[in-house]
Structures are given as structure tokens and as C-alpha cells.
């Protein structure tokens, strides 16, 4: 399809949306919808890729999948984090065909055209003399690390992320993410659309009925000041947070909008970590910390990632879509990197709870995704609890309003 009929057709699924409502069902299922969805935000804005623990030593790299954009992250000999488009300046190929590996050189598969890990081509074998090596540099993608956290950007000109950094960073760097190391990550398939899959995360409506492993330690309320909340929750709230300021770590909610949301939650009495019975998962605490009780500072950004900082471990989500229907999330468990397995951890117990919760969520999604395709979907209402949900369709909106050039009119519940 043109890309001006995309636009078009995108504009009048927008029209339909109605605010305080789940989005019309093209937005959903439509593969020319998926094709603008990968334009107007997988190619604008920042994703989250990985920790900085994945790619340790110089040559560690990862490959991710935006779109048909395949990326490569890695890090150079200088110990910086670069990452550039896997295609080779040659005919095209891919060049890392692995999800990670570690090289001393991008060496293409095809005809074997050399790479610096800084991106240069190096060598172009066969080439005739005078061939210009320095016109045949890998392209670069843009690279942000928070506190370890590894952002990445194709788009020429992405948004500023100052704001998203000065705001979680002194949440999540008492945690010291990036001194930690993986202690197990997984990858699964969600036979659904990447927003439903965001959406799912958003509200925590379905999780009394659905994930009563996670419920052993995470209270479902997602503000201080929620107004269903019952007096337990009250109480534990209160002597958190005093303990929380006596330690200096912030937990009120940070003010991000529309684009990301940054928040201290305690666990339930006597949990302390996502566990069977809420005990620790790890006896060595992350960083410094000393004080094994600090609930867990929830983070996630918009489009692709949330993630969990608890005092012994840390969760990082990380969603992709790979068409209208199918997404993959891969979970990353991290602990303090001087951890050691079968000694202070022990792996089963420390992703157990999560495994559960992602496969349930999984299942939520998808029947989900089953339900909108009938012809008997129409929008329905948000409740309440679902408030975050305002937030994402509005952000959603947005940029598909600023993708299709029209004005992102009555897209809000509040306007
Ligand atoms: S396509 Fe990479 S060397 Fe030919
Ligand atoms: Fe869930």
C-alpha cells in the first residue's frame, strides 16, 4: 500500500477512537496497521535493548529485531556501547546472525567484508585498488545507557530522554544495574498484538484472577494513595515510606506523563521478594544494599519495556513486535554480579514466579487478541484501575495523529 493510503486509512482508524475506550479493532489486527505502528513508533522513538551486563567484555554483542531492521549492540574496544544497523555496506546481508555472541570483528557472512567493532570497514577483500574503505562504514543507531540500561534509537533525530534519565535515576541507581550480571533470560512468543501486550501490563485489574504466584508478594494497588485501598495496604504504604525516606530512596511517583512511569511499591507483609513464599531469591543484595526489604521500584517506558529493581535482583521486559499478531517478550533476571549460582541463588526459585505470570499473562494476551478479530468486537470502557491505559492509548494516539499529519484531537479521557 502507498504510503499516503497507509496514512489515510491509519487517520480513520484514528477517528473512530473513542476516548476512555480500547482502540478500534484495525489498530489491533490490520497488517497495514502493524506496517505503520513500525513506522510512527518502533522507528522514532528509543526501545530498551538490554542491560549493560549482557555485553560485558569488548566484542559482547546482542541482536535485536525492529521490524525488518535488524541492530546490533556490542561493545567496543574502548569499553563503550555502540550499535549499528546489521546490514553490510557490501549487497546487504546480515551480518551477526546470532541473538548474542562475542567477536573481535563483524566479519559479514557473504563475501567477508571486515568490520571494526567501532563500526569501520576494515577490509573489503577482492576489491580493486583505490577502493574507498571509509564510504562503507556500518550505519549507526543512536545509544543512550541509564544506570546500565541500554536504549537504542534508528530514528534520525529521536526524541530527548534527559527528562526520562533525571527521573528514574535515582530510583533504580541505588540498585546498581550495571553491576550485575544475568542469571537467566528468556524469550517468549505472544500469539497477539505488541499493544495488547502493553495494555496487559498496564493494569493490574486482571491479576486477583490470574496470578496468584505473583500475588504471594506484589499488592495490586498501583498508587500511595489509591482510593480502593484497604487499610492493610495503608498501613503498609505508611511504614515504607518512612523507612524508604529514613534511607534516602525516593518512591513517590515521578511525574512522567504519557512517556514513562517511575514509582516505589512495597510488597506484601512479610514478602520481600518475587518469590514462592516471598522470601529473598538472592542472599547476596544488589549494589551496596544492605537492607533487604525495599519493596520494588516499577519502571517501565514507552513502546517496548518495564522492568522490576528489587533489593536482591532485577527484571527487565523487553517487548518486540514481529508482526500484527505475534510478539516476543524477552525476560532478563539480573543479580549482583558477584552472585553465585547454587551459593547465593538458585535459579529455578528466583524466575519460578515470573515464569508463571509471563506464560498466564501470555494466555491473557492472546485470547485477547482472539477476541478483538471477531466481528462482534466493539471498544470498550476502561475501568478505574485501568487509568494507565488512558495513558498509553493517548501516547498512542499521538503518534500516530503526528505519523498520519493530522491534529491529535479528543484523544484524551480528561480533555
Ligand atoms: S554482502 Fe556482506 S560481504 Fe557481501
Ligand atoms: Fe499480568
Redesign the pocket.
Given at each position: 500500500m502507498m504510503q499516503a493510503m497507509l496514512r489515510e486509512r491509519v487517520a480513520e482508524a484514528l477517528a473512530q477512537h473513542r476516548p476512555g475506550f480500547s482502540l478500534p479493532q484495525a489498530l489491533y489486527v490490520d497488517d497495514d496497521m502493524h506496517r505503520a505502528d513500525l513506522e510512527a513508533v518502533f522507528e522514532t522513538d528509543w526501545l530498551f535493548a538490554c542491560n549493560v551486563a549482557e555485553i560485558k567484555q569488548p566484542g559482547d554483542y546482542i541482536t535485536l529485531e525492529i521490524g525488518p531492521n535488524s541492530v546490533v549492540v556490542l561493545r567496543d574496544r574502548d569499553g563503550q556501547v555502540r550499535a549499528f544497523h546489521n546490514t553490510?555496506?557490501?549487497?546487504?546481508?546480515r551480518?551477526c546472525l546470532e541473538e548474542k555472541g562475542r567477536a573481535n570483528r563483524l566479519v559479514?557472512?557473504?563475501?567477508?567484508?571486515v568490520y571494526e567493532l567501532d563500526g569501520k570497514l576494515l577490509n573489503?577483500r577482492q576489491m580493486p585498488q583505490g577502493f574507498d574503505v571509509s564510504q562503507y562504514h556500518l550505519k549507526p543507531a543512536k545509544v543512550e545507557v541509564i544506570c546500565g540500561l541500554v536504549y537504542i534509537s534508528i530514528a534520525e533525530d529521536p526524541p530527548s530522554l534527559a527528562r526520562f534519565r533525571a527521573a528514574i535515576s535515582p530510583y533504580i541507581a541505588p540498585h546498581q544495574p550495571d553491576r550485575t550480571k544475568v542469571a537467566y533470560q528468556c524469550t517468549i512468543v505472544e500469539e497477539a498484538n505488541w499493544k495488547l501486550v502493553i495494555e496487559n501490563n498496564r493494569e493490574c485489574y486482571h491479576c486477583a484472577g490470574n496470578h496468584p504466584e505473583l500475588l504471594v508478594s506484589l499488592i495490586e494497588f498501583a498508587l500511595p494513595d489509591d482510593p480502593r485501598a484497604t487499610a492493610t495496604f495503608q498501613d503498609i504504604m505508611g511504614r515504607a515510606a518512612a523507612k524508604w525516606d529514613r534511607l534516602g530512596l525516593p518512591h513517590r511517583p515521578a511525574d512522567g506523563g504519557n512517556e514513562f512511569r517511575c514509582i516505589r511499591l512495597p510488597f506484601n507483609e512479610g514478602a520481600v521478594s518475587f518469590t514462592m513464599d516471598g522470601k529473598p531469591a538472592c542472599n547476596k543484595l544488589l549494589g551496596d544494599l544492605t537492607e533487604p526489604d525495599l519493596g520494588s521500584v516499577r519502571m517501565f517506558r514507552v513502546p517496548n519495556n518495564w522492568n522490576h529493581f528489587l533489593a536482591d535482583h532485577i527484571i527487565h521486559f523487553r517487548v518486540l513486535p514481529l508482526s500484527a499478531n505475534r510478539t516476543a517478550v524477552k525476560t532478563t533476571w539480573l543479580v549482583h554480579e558477584d552472585a553465585v549460582e547454587g551459593v547465593d541463588y538458585d535459579v529455578k526459585r528466583l524466575t519460578e514466579v515470573w515464569i508463571a505470570t509471563n506464560d498466564q499473562d501470555r494466555r491473557l494476551a492472546e485470547n485477547n487478541h482472539l477476541g478483538v478479530r471477531s466481528k462482534a468486537y466493539e471498544p470498550g470502557p476502561y475501568a478505574p484501575s485501568e487509568f494507565m491505559l488512558n495513558n498509553f492509548s493517548d501516547w498512542y494516539m499521538r503518534k500516530m495523529a503526528a505519523y498520519c499529519g493530522v491534529e491529535a484531537r479528543h484523544l484524551t479521557a480528561a480533555e
Open positions: 553490510c555496506r557490501h549487497r546487504g546481508s551480518i559479514c557472512p557473504y563475501h567477508q567484508w573489503a
